[in-house]
């Protein structure tokens, strides 16, 4: 089977990123297998496949946007402020959709957001997650996020609320959750979380784990600008031919066929390969 490749899978429910990157390299065939846009166990939805040399590219992913859908729950507080927690703190709220929209508002633009310690960020050494199953907590620094959209929607439950979120990498929806609770004068808890997209890539064109489908290497980088060249030997020997790289980058090199050579990006006042997948 072939093993360069990019894939969109639809991530199930109860299952890590970790473990969809272990099932497909057994689909697959292949060990050289990784993942961008980690998702928690009990969020679905969007996540991307680097397999054999695109995982060189995953870092290009990285970057990408992405989109949400969820649940907010207001009036009760969990320890993992999501629906998986124990409950930590229960409000009598009343607020109209209107006061969560206005409350919503605030938390779009460049913000500061506090990781949860139920998070991957390492603090000392240690991961947080692993620092509070053992029941510790410790200080986090706040860290800029960009949350492009936060569009709130009523449900049949006047205390939950359907959420759509646009946001950068490394924001966390269900600080988002937890922060609205509190500007509302009360707490909550996130729930249902779904990714729908990341960057270009949507659930449209996800495929459940097992009907995975490996698309071409060049398809992962489709979000980027394109230059192109027929200059292959050139290209395969790390240099690139005198070629019109307008913008910041980075660009993504095509042969005439469609075929992706490799990644430029911008190291000053030049423009270097940073990834070449063609051999010699």
Not at 22 to 50: E, F, N, Q, Y
Not at 134 to 140: L, N, T
Not at 148 to 154: E, I, L, S, W, Y
Request: charged fraction near 20%; charge should be negative; aromatic fraction near 4%.
């Amino acid at each position: 089977m072939t093993t360069d490749g990019f894939a969109v899978v639809d991530k199930p429910a109860g299952w890590t990123s970790h473990d969809v990157v272990a099932k497909s390299r057994g689909i697959l065939g292949t060990k050289r297998v990784g993942h961008s846009g980690t998702l928690d166990p009990d969020a679905t939805g969007v996540l991307l496949l680097g397999v054999g040399k695109v995982t060189r590219l995953l870092r290009f992913l990285d970057v990408l946007p992405k989109t949400y859908v969820a649940e907010v729950v207001l009036g009760t507080e969990t320890n993992t402020l999501d629906a998986s927690g124990d409950v930590t703190a229960t409000h009598e709220m009343a607020v109209s959709a209107d006061e969560v929209r206005a409350a919503a508002t605030a938390f779009v633009g460049d913000i500061l957001q506090v990781p949860p310690m139920v998070s991957a960020v390492k603090i000392g050494g240690q991961r947080l997650h692993d620092l509070a199953r053992k029941g510790i907590e410790v200080d986090r620094a706040a860290r800029p996020v960009t949350v492009h959209r936060f569009d709130v929607g009523p449900t049949d439950d006047p205390l939950v609320f359907r959420i759509e979120v646009t946001c950068s990498s490394g924001t966390y929806v269900r600080v988002l959750a937890a922060d609205l609770g509190q500007a509302l004068g009360g707490g909550a808890h996130l729930r249902a979380l779904r990714r729908t997209a990341i960057g270009p890539y949507g659930v449209a064109q996800a495929h459940p784990l097992e009907s995975i489908e490996l698309l071409a290497p060049s398809a992962a980088v489709a979000h980027l600008a394109v230059v192109t060249t027929d200059e292959v030997d050139l290209i395969a020997t790390g240099r690139l031919p005198s070629l019109e790289f307008e913008g910041g980058g980075p660009w993504a090199v095509l042969d005439p066929g469609g075929e992706l050579l490799a990644v430029a990006e911008r190291d000053g006042d030049r423009v270097k390969p940073a990834v070449v997948l063609v051999a010699r």
